[in-house]
Each structure stands twice: as C-alpha cells, then as structure tokens.
C-alpha cells in the first residue's frame, strides 16, 4: 500500500471511508494484501466521524483477510489504536459489531487474548485466581459468550472452556465490558447501576482491574 494512505492528514489520502472501502474490495491472495499497515488505518480512522456500518465494515473485510491467509489480523493493531477505537465507537457501532458473529467473536477473542500481555506482573506473582466471564447476547445455549482467564504466578491465560472453579464470575453486556477493558468505563460504577454482576469474591471483583495494566486511548 503506498505511504501516502497510512496517514489520513497527508494531502491526496484517502479518507476513511475510502480505505475502509479499499479493504472491501481487497482480495487476499493479491499483491495489496500483503502490503496493508493495519495499524496505519486503524490510526486514521475516527469512530465519531464514521457511519454506524462504516467500523463494522472496517473489521469485517480484516477478519474476512485474515480468514483468507493475510498477515492483517486485529492483532497487528497496537493496543494504543485498538483502545483508541474501542472506547471512540458510538452506541450504535458497538452494537453494530456484536449483532454480527463473526466479527464480534474476532473482537471479542483479541480482546481477551490481549489480556496476556497487560497483566501487571508485580502485582500477581503470587497470585492463584480464576475468572470466568458471562457476556450477554452471546452464541451458547443459553445466550451468553463464555471466557476463563487464569491469573498465575504472574501470567494469565484465556481460554473459551472451564478448566477450574472461578474465585468470581462475572456477567456483563459485551458493549460494557469494551468500555471497561478501555479505560471507558468505572467497574464499580457498572457494578452500582446494575450493569455489571458479580458471583464470588466481590473485593477480589472489585480490584480485579488494577490488575492489568491497560492501554489508553
């Protein structure tokens, strides 16, 4: 892709719209694929200036890339400009992205996976907790996507499966826990208003952020 459309101020670059309509029409077995700086677009692109199908459009085509074999997964967006969007998408994009599968299982699974690599080693080291997270609107029986996050000697995997009882679970709609996982929204205030529920050990839950260390928009 030529360095002129990485940059969204640089005169005769595209606009966002234009980009977020130059991946739709990108095949992945091209040239262009293996070319893309999906960092660069994420960078360019302002959730508050686009259409509400224009984000979901955005990560539809780089799922559907890298589905096809592309290097342009969401995990080539740096947690800086993945936070960026996430906490500027309005209501309605949020929504957007949930109501659609696919796309809302690649969110939802980067999210998640990040969480590795944001866990605040000094403050777990001798830390033996279980999280099991309920998002709401989800794709198992009984309407909810499920997460584990093992926090442990320091490191914290995730994984889809109950593999131990959870020191807490919580539930939350996914719109809220995007705010939350960036810096857009207070878990004790989501807790106070009803949006957040808690199962198990609530000051646990209640300093289960502090944890991470997580990247702001």
């Known amino acids: 892709m030529p360095e002129s459309r990485h940059t969204g101020g640089v005169s ?3 606009e966002p719209r234009e980009l977020v309509a130059m991946l739709e029409r990108t095949d992945a077995a091209g040239v262009a694929a293996s070319n893309i700086d999906v960092d660069a677009i994420g960078r ?9 199908e224009d984000l979901i459009s955005l990560l539809r085509s780089l799922v559907r ?20 969007l996430i906490a500027d998408a309005r209501t309605d994009q949020v929504q957007a992205i949930m109501a659609e599968p696919g796309v809302r299982a690649a969110v939802l699974d980067e999210v998640f996976r990040r969480m590795g690599d944001h ?11 279980v999280v099991h997270w309920r998002l709401t609107g989800g794709a198992d029986d009984d309407g909810y996507d499920r997460y584990e996050t093992v926090i442990k000697g320091g490191t914290c995997t995730v994984g889809r499966h109950r593999t131990e009882d959870p020191r807490v679970t919580i539930t939350l709609a996914p719109a809220d826990f995007l ?4 810096s857009n929204a207070s878990a004790p205030v989501l807790f106070m208003t009803g949006k ?3 199962r198990g050990d609530l000051a646990f839950a209640a300093g289960l952020i502090s944890l ?3 990247p702001r928009p």
């Open 12 to 14: 005769g670059a595209p």
């Open 44 to 52: 360019a692109m302002d959730p508050g200036k686009l259409g509400k």
């Open 65 to 84: 890339l890298a589905g096809a074999g592309a290097e342009v997964g969401l995990h080539r967006i740096a947690p800086k400009t993945f936070a960026r």
């Open 119 to 129: 866990l605040r080693e000094d403050r777990t080291r001798d830390l033996h907790a």
């Open 179 to 182: 705010k939350l996982v960036s």
């Open 196 to 198: 957040l529920k808690v």
């Open 212 to 214: 991470f260390d997580l």
